[in-house]
């Protein structure tokens, strides 16, 4: 069965201090990994998917980086409006995507 | 667009009764997933469907646990009879990309079972 984990669980920044957010996992055949952002009271919200190690990909503020084991989300120059619960998930073969339980990150100003 | 539409935001029942939330997926998009999001479990997949048709419902919990997808524009996920544990957020999503990951997911429906 899949495995996503997230670390850390929470996070306190202050803004513009930079920071990464941690996603391994263990898959037999990783078809896709995704990051996605999830306000309070809203649905998650897309961000990256990443097919290979090394693949990289780049959004504002937000990197998203992958190895054979696990993913990471860099985020330079934080703002509060960063302020979320970021997800992980992975795709193996089929359709499903397994979800990590998430890292909530909170950017003070 | 108008994004994936469910309801109702919020359901308060009591133990027993039945519960229907619905779902109108975006326009053009062919692909249909029913999570349940919980403090304690995340975010878990119940049932998703291609071109109408149940492909993966490993995840319904049991057999009070129903879903449908009469057409192109709308799913119901059913629970009867419902029970406590069955509070949580439940979410609808859609895709037109399934192998990219990228699903657009409904803002939820609240579910509390007392």
């Known amino acids: 069965e899949d495995q996503v984990t997230q670390s850390p669980e929470a996070l306190r920044l202050q803004e513009g201090e930079s920071s990464s957010l941690n996603c391994s996992y263990t898959?037999?055949?990783?078809?896709?990994l995704f990051w996605y952002r999830q306000d309070p009271g809203k649905g998650p919200e897309f961000l990256f998917t990443?097919?290979?190690a090394g693949e990289e990909k780049e959004k504002e503020r937000l990197k998203a980086t992958l190895t054979k084991k696990e993913s990471f989300l860099h985020i330079t120059a934080p703002k509060p409006e960063d302020s979320a619960t970021y997800l992980c998930?992975?795709?193996?073969?089929?359709?499903?995507?397994?979800f990590g339980e998430g890292t909530q990150l909170t950017v003070n100003p | 667009d108008a994004g994936v539409i469910q309801s109702p935001r919020h359901e308060v029942t009591e133990m027993g009764q039945e519960v229907t939330l619905r779902c109108k997926p975006i326009?053009?998009?062919?692909?249909l997933f029913w999570y349940r999001q919980t403090m304690m479990r995340g975010l878990e997949l119940l049932i998703y469907?291609?071109?109408?048709?149940?492909?993966?419902d490993s995840g319904m919990p049991e057999d009070r646990f129903s879903a449908k997808m009469p057409n192109a524009s709308f799913s119901t996920l059913k629970i009867q009879p419902s029970e406590p544990r069955d509070s949580a957020v439940y979410f609808c999503?859609?895709?037109?990309?399934?192998?990219?990951?990228?699903?657009?997911f409904g803002e939820g429906s609240r579910l509390t079972v007392l």
């Open positions: 898959v037999s055949g990783l078809r896709g």
């Open positions: 990443l097919y290979s």
């Open positions: 998930a992975v795709q193996e073969d089929g359709s499903r995507l397994t």
């Open positions: 469907f291609n071109n109408n048709v149940p492909i993966d």
């Open positions: 326009s053009g998009h062919n692909s």
């Open positions: 999503a859609s895709t037109s990309r399934l192998n990219t990951g990228e699903l657009f």
